[in-house]
């Protein structure tokens, strides 16, 4: 079973329970951000089309110099409700 698949299946079975809340992998490789910005728009998509209007936390990423989500494609995460 593939993670995205994984979000699905647990989003449905919580589709009732507001108290459940998802979150994308905490500490997200930094390397590629472009492809996490791809990764968590993914998670996003599966928990939403699993028909599931839950919360969803998305893990920010940052340097060391503390700053934070560059790189990051706006795009992926445009029509996400705050």
Do not use: H, K
């Amino acid at each position: 079973m593939t993670e995205q698949n994984w979000y699905t299946s647990i989003a449905q079975a919580f589709a009732n329970n507001p108290y459940v809340w998802f979150g994308t992998n905490n500490e997200p490789p930094a390397s590629d951000p472009g492809a996490l910005s791809n990764w968590q728009g993914q998670t996003y998509a599966s928990i939403r089309g699993a028909g599931n209007n839950n919360p969803v936390m998305i893990e920010a990423n940052c340097d060391s110099t503390n700053l934070c989500n560059l790189g990051f494609t706006p795009s992926v995460y445009a029509g996400y409700e705050l």
